[in-house]
């Protein structure tokens, strides 16, 4: 079955402490990939995605994930995380000629200050 | 230039009631899509339409729920005698073509709350 799991629902870091958001995926064709955060009263934003190629993307502010086919996965990292990072954390994975992204649950992630 | 727009924010119905949500693409797109996110789950694809036409709605409920995007106007997703478990966020995406390569660009969304 296609799925998506995050497998942490909350995380809180500390305003400069580095931030780790995990991906697994379970599709059947080549994955394209994708992070989404949402902020408070806001739309879905695009942080970055993965087609194909260097398996390390960089995405907006401040944002990269790396493409690990052989764990099925698609971390999101940052180095140093700022308070305005706070938001929900989306991840997605879809398909060359498909329109429907398979979403996860989402990570909301809470930084102190 | 403004993002895709939904409206309302919040909405409130007892059940049995009627609920419309707008959905108005970012100018120049022509393609909506509609995906749903209940309590504790990820979104999911509900429907796809372009102007005047529903292209795929393989994700939506086969009863009470419609949608539509007409020449003029928003695209509308109907949801007819709401249930409980109605209650999600309702997302709008579009974008200027078919092509999943080309970035979705996405509202945010519809909170429906069925009391």
């Known amino acids: 079955a296609q799925s998506v799991t995050q497998p942490d629902i909350h995380i809180t870091v500390s305003e400069g402490a580095s931030l780790e958001l995990r991906c697994n995926y379970s599709y059947g064709a080549t994955p394209y990939l994708f992070w989404y955060v949402q902020s408070p009263g806001q739309g879905l934003q695009l942080l970055l995605k993965?087609?194909?190629?260097?398996?390390l993307v960089q995405g907006i502010k401040g944002f990269e994930a790396e493409f690990k086919r052989s764990q099925s996965s698609f971390n999101l990292r940052k180095p140093s995380v700022h308070w305005s990072d706070a938001a929900e954390y989306f991840c997605a994975v879809g398909a060359k000629g498909t329109y429907k992204y398979i979403f996860g649950t989402g990570t909301r992630l809470k930084v102190l200050a | 230039n403004a993002g895709v727009m939904q409206n309302p924010r919040h909405l409130v119905r007892r059940r049995g009631q009627e609920a419309r949500l707008r959905c108005s693409p970012m100018k120049g797109h022509s393609h909506v899509y509609w995906y749903r996110q209940l309590p504790e789950e990820g979104l999911k694809f509900m429907v796809y339409?372009?102007?005047?036409?529903?292209?795929?709605e393989s994700g939506m409920p086969k009863e009470r729920f419609s949608a539509e995007f007409p020449k003029e106007g928003p695209s509308i997703l109907r949801i007819q005698q709401v249930v409980r478990g109605d209650s999600a966020a309702y997302f709008c995406?579009?974008?200027?073509?078919?092509?999943?390569?080309?970035?979705?660009?996405f509202g945010s969304g519809t909170q429906l709350s069925v009391l």
């Open positions: 339409l372009q102007k005047e036409n529903i292209i795929d």
């Open positions: 995406a579009s974008s200027p073509g078919q092509g999943f390569l080309e970035k979705l660009f």
């Open positions: 993965y087609f194909s190629g260097d398996t």
